[in-house]
């Protein structure tokens, strides 16, 4: 998840929509593991990234700003019981296998790799499902089982899902 500050609230705004609509996850809590700075001075607008700084002059040329961006955090990722996860490539790799993921596996992979203690499962339905008036956990459920399919097959890795009062869990195998 990306911690996102920025000095101009108009513009925090507009990067916040910006991000979601490409389905970037923001921390709207605690939990993160890129911090993004957006800088407003009057020589332009500082962009830092895990210690990395870039200026972009005004105006603003708003393809460059993101092409930069989506290079930086393109390669970020994390590892956990063998598995080397790069939630903004939709990738998961075990030794030297890859397997790509649908945008909706990606998003219940993330947020169920990233909260230990489980996520509710009406909020996970609400974030992949964005449009949707009813919530039909079925629909998530077969996307659950569609998941641990996939990575069963694709780098014959075991995961399992606990769900306990409406709060679901990764569990690895």
């Known amino acids: 998840m990306i911690k996102l500050s920025c000095n101009n609230d ?64 393109k390669n970020e990722n994390f590892s956990f019981f063998g598995l080397k996860y790069f939630p903004y490539q939709n990738l998961i790799t075990k030794d030297k296998k890859k397997s790509f993921l649908t945008n909706i596996q990606n998003l219940i992979f993330f947020y169920l790799s990233i909260y230990d203690d489980g996520f509710d499962k009406e909020n996970l339905y ?21 998941l641990k399919n996939h990575l069963k097959n694709d780098l014959n890795f075991s995961i399992n899902f606990h769900s306990n009062n409406k709060n679901i869990k990764l569990i690895i195998n």
Request: hydrophobic share 45%; no cysteine.
């Open 10 to 73: 108009l513009l925090f705004i507009n990067l916040i929509n910006f991000l979601e609509e490409k389905n970037v996850f923001i921390a709207n809590q605690h939990k993160y593991f890129i911090k993004v700075d957006v800088i407003e001075k009057k020589e332009g607008i500082y962009l830092l990234i895990n210690k990395q700084i870039k200026l972009f002059k005004l105006p603003l040329n708003i393809n460059n700003f993101f092409s930069y961006f989506f290079t930086i955090i």
């Open 126 to 146: 609400k974030i992949i499902w964005k449009k949707d008036k009813n919530i039909s956990i079925n629909k998530l459920d077969t996307h659950l089982t569609n």
